[in-house]
């Protein structure tokens, strides 16, 4: 195992596949005004939430300080370490120099820490006592190039004090190492200090030195110390290009401002050469000094983001940037001073509900992207939930109310439940009353509730045909109100056709949440109409696909390790990542995408800062707590096919998939691929797979919580997980066959199909009908590894994939 | 400039069209007609991000 530090709840290696490991740093009241103010006012919620902030902008260790003149350090830090180490899933650094502090948070400290820091000030006899602790508690150690001399400011110096103290650490105390982090002291070229123009070269120097003559060991620096004294939007930018120098001559770790970071590709060529100027001390030729042509060419940047010090805002602005902007942190406190000023209505409706309009507009404009959209809903829920003991009964009643459900059969909600919280959290009143709804409970709770609308959903096309049949069943039951249709499988001609004319009140399909809210809009103001078809100029869908296909007789059949069928319940789950496509996960699931209002470079730095690291930290923690128990049901079985049907031999039993075959050229048709029983009979392989029940346990309990970001977050993972497990095993039968040749090189590869063969999964387009489910599942018997069929043979857990498996090179997907 | 399927991942690279589809090399994302769609996944060009 690499060398790692640990919390409670995961590991982080100390070098980083990516350097550097980042070191949040505004955990201090030395550093930071927010949180000095939080400390002094014995607020170490507010403290903590300034943690949790830093890990969510991607710090990876938390540095904590509490070290203040006129405080108990002890008693602060000792607090402050243990309610960190509940909250926080990344691990921490012990800031002080205290060595009573170091071991009494040591001690309570349930993990693998850094002790930040040791040196040779005052010869050695603290570092000697904090060096026992290290190797007693097992703890990781920075250590500053300082010597009973002062600093050390040149990289002679630096290289010479590191070296004392490592064979002292190494050699006296048995420390070994990787245990250590040098920190050869980062000093700012900003503020003029003439003895000081070099200090970022001997700092470079010195770790490039450090690591070759000193093998084994980390190294770290302070960073944001190179820019003091220089304006935040200047800082900014020579922070980050001082960490590119320092990560290039092999620094290790950085304390810094995890959301203050720039990518060196978003800073243009022209701003480096200053940086890299100044870093340097490159005169140039210049008559002025790389400070003062650095100083000049920066005095017009703006800081792009705010700190969110908003006081200086009347708090009606500063509530509704909140909600924009999705930050929850600190709201009630806005939402207290607006009470004394305004009625609760008021302020749900003034304020709180354009703002959450105004959000649906970014969207609309591609400026803000779904996961943002969900973190603005719950800015708003959290303040509609603060403000509901203020109001009136009778306030809670207003607003348009619609019922939601996933129709009969169907065990999907992840749409239903994403217009449930944009509708919930644009003022109207959701009654979701879940999935599988038969029509007849449709109708009864539309009219106990007494809704203004109903809202239909269903993922595959057997949902489409029950919403279209229950149609009349709505119209004699005597409901007149609108109805919305939502699902995949669903097209706007489909309802115009299919639906709209069996009801006597207006139809209308919605291709996702804003279609639906902008549905409820027109209904408010009148104008909502049914859906009604395209023109028929419009062209139908192209269909892709080679037209000329003549299916090879003579391919060779495989031999099976078996006939029969097997359960695997022992899939280790991380063998499933490689295979996740995270192209579809991060922009289809998530909704990250690219829209034409962004940059490639500010798409990759959103990938940097905010995705990758989400995604890290799923795994991580889906690992950690076991939410993924991947199983497979999987078989190979005698077949000959016969026209359109495989006929599948299980024991006595002769089983008839049927499968529809392509209307124009080529033609095709799954049972193509198997040989018929003149030609010798061929092999069908199937799976059933599933990553368990555990996972879909957790999701719902975070969207019961209301923690929307995070349930479309876990919601998408699992379903991509549960596609890469299919990706992986049908990998295994390809194997076990023995037609698996090189595998794909990489995640397009799979996509393309760049392997031998094909899978086809019942319900999809060459296989669409479910009801070849009943035999899958005599079969295969999935019942075993916990996966079951509602009544209209859909798999339950949602989490779960089926597919027959052909081997015929030629096979590859099609649609039908 | 190529393009990405935000469903499924393929991507559309004009230097080399689309064969399933009979489009020619050359031909830029902008310019596939309006019902074109994704030749692993079906989906509709909407679907689609820029990806250089």
Redesign the interface.
């Known amino acids: 195992m690499k060398p790692s530090l640990s919390s409670l709840y995961q590991a982080v290696e100390i070098g980083q596949e990516i350097p550097p490991l980042l070191i949040g740093e505004r955990s201090n009241p030395n550093g930071s005004k927010k949180f000095r103010e939080c400390l002094l006012a014995d607020d170490f919620d507010g403290c903590l939430r300034i943690g949790l902030d830093q890990e969510a902008k991607g710090a990876q260790v938390l540095d904590i300080c509490a070290a203040y003149v006129g405080r108990d350090e002890l008693a602060d830090l000792t607090q402050l370490v243990r309610i960190h180490a509940e909250s926080l899933k990344i691990p921490i650094m012990i800031d002080s120099t205290n060595a009573d502090c170091i071991e009494a948070c040591l001690k309570i400290y349930p993990g693998r820490c850094i002790i930040n820091s040791i040196n040779l000030e005052d010869g050695g006899e603290t570092l000697d006592r904090v060096c026992r602790l290290a190797k007693k508690y097992g703890a990781a150690v920075v250590a500053l190039t300082i010597n009973e001399q002062g600093m050390a400011m040149t990289a002679d110096e630096k290289v010479e004090t590191a070296r004392q103290i490592y064979d002292l650490a190494v050699g006296k105390h048995g420390l070994r190492p990787q245990d250590l982090l040098f920190d050869p002291l980062t000093f700012t070229i900003g503020a003029g200090d003439q003895n000081l123009l070099d200090a970022a070269i001997q700092t470079l120097d010195g770790i490039r030195r450090i690591k070759a003559e000193l093998p084994g060991v980390y190294t770290l620096l302070g960073l944001s110390n190179i820019s003091f004294g220089l304006p935040p939007a200047a800082r900014k930018i020579l922070n980050s290009v001082f960490l590119h120098e320092a990560i290039e001559v092999g620094l290790d770790a950085a304390i810094i401002d995890a959301g203050k970071i720039l990518p060196l590709a978003q800073i243009s060529e022209e701003d480096r050469v200053f940086c890299r100027d100044l870093i340097y001390n490159r005169e140039q030729g210049a008559e002025k000094s790389p400070l003062m042509r650095f100083i000049d060419h920066f005095s017009a940047r703006v800081d792009g983001d705010e700190e969110g010090e908003s006081e200086d805002k009347r708090p009606e602005e500063a509530l509704h940037e909140k909600i924009v902007r999705g930050d929850k942190d600190g709201i009630e406190d806005i939402l207290a001073v607006l009470l004394d000023r305004y009625p609760p209505l008021d302020i749900v409706n003034q304020i709180l509900v354009p703002a959450m309009r105004h959000v649906g507009e970014l969207f609309g404009k591609g400026e803000l992207l779904l996961p943002f959209v969900l973190q603005s809903a719950e800015a708003m829920k959290k303040s509609v939930a603060w403000l509901e003991p203020h109001m009136q009964k009778v306030d809670q009643e207003e607003g348009t109310k619609v019922l939601l459900a996933t129709v009969q059969g169907d065990v999907h909600d992840i749409g239903k439940n994403l217009v449930d919280i944009l509708l919930s959290n644009n003022g109207y009143k959701v009654f979701n009353i879940g999935i599988k709804v038969p029509a007849e409970t449709i109708i009864a709770k539309a009219r106990e509730l007494d809704v203004d609308m109903i809202g239909l959903s269903g993922l595959l096309v057997k949902s489409a045909i029950v919403m279209q049949e229950s149609m009349p069943q709505y119209r004699e039951a005597g409901l007149n109100i609108p109805i919305l249709l939502g699902g995949a499988a669903l097209t706007s001609d489909f309802v115009a056709t299919s639906c709209v004319p069996n009801y006597d009140a207006p139809v209308v399909y919605c291709a996702d949440a804003f279609a639906g809210l902008k549905a409820l809009k027109d209904f408010e103001a009148g104008r909502l109409t049914a859906t009604v078809a395209a023109p028929k100029n419009?062209?139908?869908?192209?269909k892709?696909?080679?037209k000329d296909v003549t299916i090879d007789r003579s391919h060779p059949v495989p031999e099976p390790p078996f006939y029969g069928l097997r359960h695997v319940v022992d899939i280790d789950p991380a063998k499933l990542f490689p295979y996740v496509?995270?192209?579809?996960l991060f922009?289809?699931r998530w909704g990250y995408?690219?829209?034409?209002s962004s940059s490639?470079e500010e798409y990759a730095e959103l990938m940097r800062t905010t995705v990758t690291p989400l995604y890290e930290q799923l795994k991580t923690r889906a690992l950690q707590e076991g939410l993924l128990q991947p199983k497979a049901a999987y078989g190979y079985f005698r077949c000959y096919s016969e026209g359109d049907t495989v006929f599948v031999e299980s024991g006595d039993d002769v089983m008839a998939f049927e499968f529809p075959r392509q209307q124009s050229p080529p033609h095709l048709c799954i049972a193509d691929y198997y040989r018929s029983r003149e030609e010798g009979g061929d092999v069908a392989a199937f799976f059933v797979v599933t990553i368990g029940d555990r996972i879909a346990a957790e999701t719902k309990r975070l969207f019961e919580a209301d923690a929307y970001h995070d349930y479309l977050m876990l919601h998408g993972f699992s379903v991509e997980v549960t596609d890469a497990l299919a990706e992986y095993w049908h990998e295994e039968m390809r194997r076990e066959l023995g037609i698996a040749r090189e595998k794909p090189a990489d995640?397009?590869g799979y996509?393309?199909q760049g392997y031998q063969g094909s899978r086809y999964g019942f319900g999809y387009?060459a296989c669409p009908d479910l009801d070849a489910h009943t035999m899958l599942f005599k079969l295969l018997e999935p019942e075993a590894i916990g996966v079951t069929l509602t009544e209209t043979m859909e798999m339950v857990p949602e989490v779960s994939t089926s597919a027959i498996i052909a081997h015929h090179p030629q096979a590859k997907?099609f649609?039908v | 400039m190529r393009y990405?399927?935000?469903?499924?991942?393929?991507?559309y690279d004009p230097a080399q069209g689309?064969?399933?589809?009979d489009i020619p090399p050359g031909t830029a994302f902008a310019d596939l007609?309006?019902?074109?769609?994704?030749?692993?996944c079906?989906a509709?060009k909407d679907?689609f991000?820029?990806?250089?």
């Open positions: 419009g062209k139908a869908r192209m892709p696909g080679v496509n995270q192209q579809a922009r289809g995408r690219r829209t034409s490639a995640m397009t996509v393309t387009p997907y649609a | 990405i399927c935000a469903n499924c991942g393929y991507i689309d064969p399933m589809n007609p309006d019902n074109w769609v994704c030749p692993l079906y509709d679907t991000d820029p990806l250089d």
